[in-house]
């Protein structure tokens, strides 16, 4: 499928095809390929939480305001935004970016002081807002990689996130950006057409705000 295709087929489904699975190895396919997404400093921080379990995908229904379609998704993935990312992963993204000949091993200590400044100190509001913004790259990269594959989906912010971090034992420390449900459409289905979009005169400015 070509990618405006997908970006201009790609929906919130409502009406999953319940009961209906999806291959683990395609659904691995699908997380490999969002995992190709741009990210800070290329630090990469997000975590998914994958659902697939009809009990469990029960439990995250009731963390999520009771919406059907977490449960009748084949699977349901919890986006985690991690703000320890900078930590977890800086000191491979400079070695890598030293081996592959894009930094010297000199610069390294200055790149880590850069990201470090860059992102704030680990509980400050800047670290959340760089693992957040990251994660939900990735999880707009995978929604429409999920149209090339076949496949539908439905982000959703409908959720108690404290419910999920208890159930689902992601520590407190997180952030739940979004779930996205994955999927089939449900066979017989049409839907609606797609809910307006503003002009672009309405958000666009040109050379100043
Ligand atoms: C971050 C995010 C959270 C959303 N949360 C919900 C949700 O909890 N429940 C829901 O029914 N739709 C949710 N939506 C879907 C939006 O309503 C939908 O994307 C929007 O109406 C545009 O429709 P389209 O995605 O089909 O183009 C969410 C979308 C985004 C991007």
């Given amino acids: 499928m070509e990618i405006i295709d997908a970006i201009e087929q790609r929906r919130s489904i409502n009406f999953f095809e319940p009961g209906r699975e999806i291959p683990n190895e395609k659904l691995e396919e699908l997380l490999e390929i969002a995992n190709l997404s741009p990210s800070s400093f290329n630090l990469q921080p997000w975590k998914v939480v994958v659902v697939k379990d009809p009990e469990r995908k029960r439990i995250l229904r009731q963390c ?9 998704a084949s699977a349901v993935l919890i986006m985690v935004a991690d703000p320890r990312g900078v930590e ?4 491979r993204v400079l070695e890598s970016w030293q081996e592959l000949g894009f930094i010297k091993a000199e610069m390294k200590q200055s790149y880590k002081e850069m990201a470090k400044n860059l992102y704030g100190p680990e509980d400050s509001l800047k670290r959340k807002i760089f693992a957040m913004k990251n994660t939900a790259l990735y999880a707009m990269n995978l929604m429409i990689a999920a149209k090339g594959l076949g496949l539908e989906t439905h982000p959703m912010d409908g959720f108690d996130e404290e419910c999920i971090k208890r159930e689902f034992n992601i520590p407190d ?14 066979s017989g289905v049409t839907l609606l057409a797609r809910a307006f979009r503003r002009k672009l005169n309405e958000f666009v400015r040109y050379e100043k705000y």
């Fill in 173 to 186: 420390d997180k952030i739940i950006p979004m779930l996205v449900a994955v999927g089939y459409l449900k």
């Fill in 64 to 72: 999520a305001f009771n919406q059907p379609k977490v449960e009748e």
């Fill in 88 to 91: 977890e992963n800086l000191e």
